[in-house]
């Protein structure tokens, strides 16, 4: 489980999160929309330990964003919006070391399973500075999937996906929505439709709406993203 209570993140004058609080719990793919600068990727950096709130707490899986925050590494898998990879490593060696960081046993065997499940495998002899910006997008879902992680943060996971590797992808993360906690951000509202069962839309660093999405559709979403990031 993601508790978040009353975070607030503020760069010199700027409140990029604002009193932000919410929990999301396993079996949840939970969308995180908004603007460019609205905050989504703050908050993510935060929940992932990679730079502390202002003022607030998070917990992941009970561990403590400030207290424990190794064990949260530990629970969570990160995809970051631009994907940090070694570019002159080969895709399986990169896995293999992703692999030896989080202390995984038979190593070769749990590589070769991410590659089938992300679609790397026609690339897979390759070293990723070869790859296309999609196939990167694989390695570094692979490498956030690999620990088998209970809660699973991905920034903007589809950019630079054809059509084809859209429909796989969108596969891989829904069905990692069944048994873990799946956080995501999109700019791409059918993206939305199509993998999560709920939407929180940031303004302005703050949470102006969260829905189910059981009886919502893409566009109804639209127009309430629009209505309430107009101001």
């Known amino acids: 489980m993601i508790q978040v209570q009353h975070i607030t993140k503020i760069y010199d004058s700027q409140r990029a999160l604002d009193d932000v609080s919410f929990t999301a719990q396993k079996g949840e793919v939970v969308g ?24 607030g707490e998070a917990t992941v899986c009970g561990h403590s964003i400030y207290d424990d925050p190794l064990a ?4 969570t898998g990160y995809l970051p919006e631009h994907n940090p990879l070694y570019t002159d490593m080969y895709v399986r060696e990169f896995l293999r070391f992703a692999a030896g960081v989080y202390g995984i046993k038979q190593a070769k065997e749990k590589v070769e399973q991410m ?44 950019t630079g996906l054809d059509p084809n590797q859209l429909e796989e ?44 999405l059981t009886h919502i559709t893409s566009q109804q979403l639209t127009e309430k993203f629009h209505r309430v990031t107009a101001e």
């Open 32 to 55: 995180l929309l908004g603007p460019n600068g609205a905050g989504k990727s703050t908050l993510m950096k935060i929940l992932t330990c990679y730079i502390p709130p202002t003022e």
């Open 115 to 158: 590659i089938e499940l992300v679609g790397l495998t026609p690339e897979s002899n390759k070293r990723i500075g070869q790859l296309s910006k999609g196939y990167r997008q694989r390695v570094g879902l692979a490498q956030a999937l690999i620990h088998d992680p209970q809660v699973l943060i991905l920034d903007e996971p589809t």
């Open 72 to 75: 949260v590494r530990r629970v």
């Open 169 to 212: 992808i969108r596969t891989v993360i829904k069905n990692a929505g069944h048994d873990k906690v799946v956080l995501l951000s999109t700019h791409i509202m059918q993206e939305v439709e199509a993998m999560c069962s709920r939407a929180i839309i940031i303004n302005h660093g703050r949470i102006v709406s969260d829905d189910h």
